[in-house]
C-alpha cells in the first residue's frame, strides 16, 4: 500500500509540475527534449535496478525491453537534438522527474524478492501512465519543431505498449 502510495506520489508530481509548467508558459523545444530525454533516462536506470534486483523472468525481460526502447528513443533524441543544433535545457519538470526518480530508486533498494518486484512493476504502471499523459496534453501539443513533436508521437506509441505490458505484468504478479 505504501509503495502505491509513493508511485502515486511521484506520478502526482509529475502532473503537478507539467501543468504548472502549462500554466505558467509552455515549455519551449530545448525544455520539452530534456523532459523527454531525463523521462527515458530514468526509466532505463530502474530497469537496470531491477534487472540486477529481480529473480523473475517477467520482471526482468519487461526491464530488459525498457532498457532497450528508452534507449533507441534517446538515442534518437539526441541525435535529432544536435541535428537541430538544440541544446536540451534543464527544467523544474525535469528535475522533478529526477528527484522522484532518486526517492524511488532509494525506496526500492530496501526492498527484495517479490515485494520488489510487485513495487517496481506498478512504479512503471504509474510512471508510463504519467509520461504519457505529460506527452499528449503538454509536451506534444507544445513542440513548434516538427521533427521533434514526431518524435515525441512515435515515442508515444511505444510507451503506450509500455504501459500495457506493465500492466499486463503487474496482473501476472498478484
Known sequence: MTIRMTAA????????????????????????AHIAYT???????????????SKNKAVVEFAEG???DHEAVNKQAL???????VTPEDNDTSKALSQAAEEK?????????????????ENEVAYHRQ??????????PSAQNGELKSLLETGLKLFRGHQQHA????????
Open 9 to 32: 506520489a511521484a506520478a502526482t508530481a509529475l502532473l503537478f509540475a507539467a501543468h504548472g509548467a502549462l500554466a505558467a508558459d509552455k515549455p519551449t523545444d530545448p525544455q520539452i
Open 39 to 53: 523521462a527515458g533516462l530514468l526509466d532505463i536506470e530502474a530497469a537496470k535496478q531491477a534487472i540486477a534486483t
Open 66 to 68: 525498457m532498457v532497450r
Open 79 to 85: 541525435d535529432l537534438a544536435k541535428k537541430l543544433n
Open 105 to 121: 530508486r532509494q525506496e526500492l533498494a530496501k526492498l527484495s524478492g517479490a515485494a520488489f518486484d510487485k513495487a517496481y512493476v
Open 131 to 140: 509520461v504519457n499523459g505529460a506527452l499528449e496534453t503538454l509536451l506534444i
Open 167 to 174: 500492466e499486463h505484468v503487474a496482473t501476472e504478479l498478484k
